[in-house]
């Protein structure tokens, strides 16, 4: 009885120095997976916010990580594959409406993507449904264009986007879809007239203040003319650098203007005219000091009361000062051209 108990007894301790013998190595083998399980979750979590079972390729999304996280993102992305840019799936949702925000049906929308093809582009036409409704799936690439179009409709260059990317997060176009709020593309339905007048005047003025009129009926220089233009300007021009005082003026008598940065300035306000326009280049305006100058502009003239639109071109380095302007000869303030020239 003694010797089997002695026996068991010696068998424990055998065991129990074998587990402490082996114990540093089991917990060394246990850390090392722990700290690889980690590392593993931290690099899902880089390369898919969202989850871990996206694929490889799937969009970045800047909401669920900060700056810097970003980068690393596309560092790693960088390293594991150099086109990856160009496979991100592009989902894209877009809506066509008019200038009152009303759905337009039946445009035609051109998508062309950036991708790994033969071709470098791919090009896939599309067009809106009964509520202006389009979009773009199962496809893949970087950037995507996107322009929308109706015959009988403008499109609007200052509201509308046309370029998306989909793989630089620290891109300003960057896009992330959103089916419940689509890009929306603004058309301006065409509304023309045939009593609207088209002009061009080519006009050199000494610089020296003196000026000129140009009768805008015919858009011929003439001393009997609504329009009065002076400019003052150095001669001969002097280098861009360092600035320098330029100046030119336009006066309507019992007219005037109204400055418009509109798309589609189709429409001339009924009042708020004033009879002088001027664009006075002075060297205190710093950086806002320009050679060149652009502008548009409504006006009005005449009794009984003719509306128009003027644009005009000039340099303080040039004598010449280059108008064209429209108006509309039957008193109405549709400024919107049937044609180009008449």
Same mark, same amino acid.
Request: net charge positive; glycine share 6%; charged share 25%.
């Given at each position: 009885?003694?010797?089997?108990?002695?026996?068991?007894?010696?068998?424990?301790?055998?065991?129990?120095v074998t587990a402490w013998?082996?114990?540093?190595?089991?917990?060394?083998?246990?850390?090392?997976?722990?700290?690889?399980?980690?590392?593993?979750?931290?690099?899902?979590?880089?390369?898919?916010?969202?989850?871990?079972?996206?694929?490889?390729?799937?969009?970045?999304?800047?909401?669920?990580?900060?700056?810097?996280?970003?980068?690393?993102?596309?560092?790693?992305?960088?390293?594991?594959?150099?086109?990856?840019?160009?496979?991100?799936?592009?989902?894209?949702?877009?809506?066509?409406?008019?200038?009152?925000?009303?759905?337009?049906? &039946?445009?035609? /929308?051109?998508?062309?993507?950036?991708?790994? !093809? *033969?071709? %470098?582009?791919?090009?896939? =036409? +599309?067009?809106?449904?009964?509520?202006?409704?389009?979009?773009?799936?199962?496809?893949?690439?970087?950037?995507?264009?996107?322009?929308?179009?109706?015959?009988?409709?403008?499109?609007?260059?200052?509201?509308?986007?046309?370029?998306?990317?989909?793989?630089?997060?620290?891109?300003?176009?960057?896009?992330?879809?959103?089916?419940?709020?689509?890009?929306?593309?603004?058309?301006?339905?065409?509304?023309?007239?045939?009593?609207?007048?088209?002009?061009?005047?080519?006009?050199?003025?000494?610089?020296?203040?003196? &000026?000129?009129? /140009?009768?805008?009926?015919?858009?011929?220089? !003439? *001393?009997? %003319?609504?329009?009065?233009? =002076? +400019?003052?300007?150095?001669?001969?021009?002097?280098?861009?650098?360092?600035?320098?005082?330029?100046?030119?003026?336009?006066v309507i008598p019992a007219?005037?203007?109204?400055?418009?940065?509109?798309?589609?300035?189709?429409?001339?306000?009924?009042?708020?005219?004033?009879?002088?326009?001027?664009?006075?280049?002075?060297?205190?305006?710093?950086?806002?000091?320009?050679?060149?100058?652009?502008?548009s502009m409504y006006f009005?003239?005449?009794?009984?009361?003719?509306?128009?639109?003027?644009?005009?071109?000039?340099? &303080?380095?040039?004598?010449?000062?280059?108008?064209?302007?429209?108006?509309?000869?039957?008193?109405?303030?549709?400024?919107?051209?049937?044609?180009?020239?008449?």
């Amino acid at each position: 009885m003694r010797r089997r108990t002695v026996i068991a007894l010696a068998g424990t301790l055998v065991m129990v120095v074998t587990a402490w013998v082996f114990r540093p190595k089991l917990s060394t083998r246990s850390e090392h997976t722990e700290n690889a399980e980690h590392a593993a979750t931290d690099s899902t979590v880089l390369a898919s916010p969202s989850s871990g079972t996206e694929s490889p390729n799937s969009q970045i999304d800047p909401g669920s990580l900060n700056r810097e996280e970003l980068r690393v993102e596309v560092r790693r992305r960088d390293a594991r594959d150099s086109k990856w840019e160009w496979k991100i799936p592009i989902k894209f949702y877009g809506k066509v409406v008019d200038e009152t925000g009303q759905p337009i049906p &039946g445009a035609d /929308v051109h998508f062309q993507w950036t991708d790994l !093809s *033969a071709k %470098g582009t791919t090009d896939r =036409q +599309a067009r809106s449904d009964a509520q202006g409704l389009f979009s773009l799936d199962n496809v893949s690439g970087k950037r995507l264009i996107a322009r929308v179009n109706k015959p009988g409709y403008y499109a609007s260059d200052s509201r509308n986007h046309f370029s998306f990317e989909y793989a630089n997060p620290f891109e300003e176009i960057f896009q992330r879809a959103n089916i419940h709020a689509p890009v929306l593309f603004y058309l301006r339905k065409q509304n023309p007239t045939a009593d609207v007048i088209s002009k061009s005047v080519e006009m050199v003025l000494p610089g020296d203040g003196t &000026g000129t009129t /140009v009768e805008l009926l015919s858009g011929k220089i !003439s *001393a009997t %003319g609504q329009l009065q233009v =002076q +400019a003052w300007k150095p001669w001969p021009p002097r280098p861009m650098s360092p600035a320098y005082k330029w100046k030119v003026m336009f006066v309507i008598p019992a007219g005037g203007f109204i400055e418009t940065h509109e798309d589609f300035a189709f429409k001339a306000p009924e009042a708020g005219y004033q009879e002088t326009y001027e664009i006075d280049m002075n060297p205190t305006l710093s950086s806002q000091w320009q050679v060149s100058a652009e502008r548009s502009m409504y006006f009005t003239f005449g009794e009984p009361r003719k509306y128009g639109r003027l644009s005009l071109r000039t340099d &303080g380095n040039s004598r010449y000062i280059f108008l064209d302007y429209v108006f509309n000869q039957s008193g109405s303030r549709n400024l919107e051209p049937a044609s180009k020239t008449r």
